[in-house]
């Protein structure tokens, strides 16, 4: 992304809900431990398809989901989640761009979306991943 695009889809805006962050090597045993966030490992729920809490509050929770949803690059994207028995996710939702996510989640709690945005600044820092839009 060049530095005209990222000063002009800023967090928050409409035009944020289109991006999406990509990772730049393939999730696998080794490379899981360098995505932990706030505590969590992802967790392979399916062949491909990776699941971590980002934030789980009474009303609202948004997880990870990480996996090869557009062609071969693996993106992480978020899902909110059904939690059964206080710590049971029994549903996920169709996944959303990792923009939308943070917009849904800045509505709910802005310290939490701040948060999660230096997740990813850190990730793009150490060249594990980066910003893309989705036409």
Do not use: C, H
Not at 12 to 31: A, H, I, R, Y
Request: glycine share 6%; proline share 4%.
């Amino acid at each position: 992304m060049t530095e005209t695009e990222n000063n002009e889809i800023t967090p928050g805006t409409p035009e944020f809900d289109q991006m999406v962050f990509k990772l730049t090597k393939d999730v696998n045993e080794s490379t899981i431990p360098s995505l932990n966030y706030n505590g969590n490992q992802l967790q392979e729920l399916q062949d491909g398809m990776f699941v971590m809490p980002a934030y789980i509050g009474e009303e609202f929770n948004l997880f990870f989901i990480v996996s090869q949803l557009v062609e071969d690059d693996w993106i992480m994207a978020f899902a909110n989640a059904t939690i059964e028995n206080e710590n049971e996710v029994t549903d996920l939702s169709e996944p959303m761009t990792t923009g939308k996510g943070l917009n849904l989640l800045g509505q709910q709690s802005p310290d939490d979306a701040n948060k999660l945005l230096k997740y990813f600044n850190t990730l793009v820092d150490v060249n594990r991943g980066e910003w893309r839009l989705v036409e």
